[in-house]
């Protein structure tokens, strides 16, 4: 983000206290009450930067919708995510 290569233009996160200092930090960052409605929000990309056990499941919905994924450590946590993931 300092980079200035990117802009954060969408978040959801499941803690209100969250989110609101997200969107008081990053302006005109437009918050969503769900992973499902902001992967149809009009962004680019997905940053999963969220806790580890939410990771597969917000990867593959951003992948089969279609975004390019930056995703924190761990990737997944079990072997069959890691093939859905793949496949």
Known sequence: RQSGLYQVA????????AIAECLA????????????????ADIEAVCISTGAKFHAEQLIASLRAGFPVFVEKPLCSTSEELEEILE
Do not use: F, M, R, W
Request: glycine share 4%; aromatic share 8%.
């Open 10 to 17: 969408a978040a959801y996160d499941i803690n209100p206290h």
């Open 25 to 40: 930090q990053e302006p005109g960052c437009v918050a969503y009450d769900s992973v499902e409605e902001l992967l149809k």
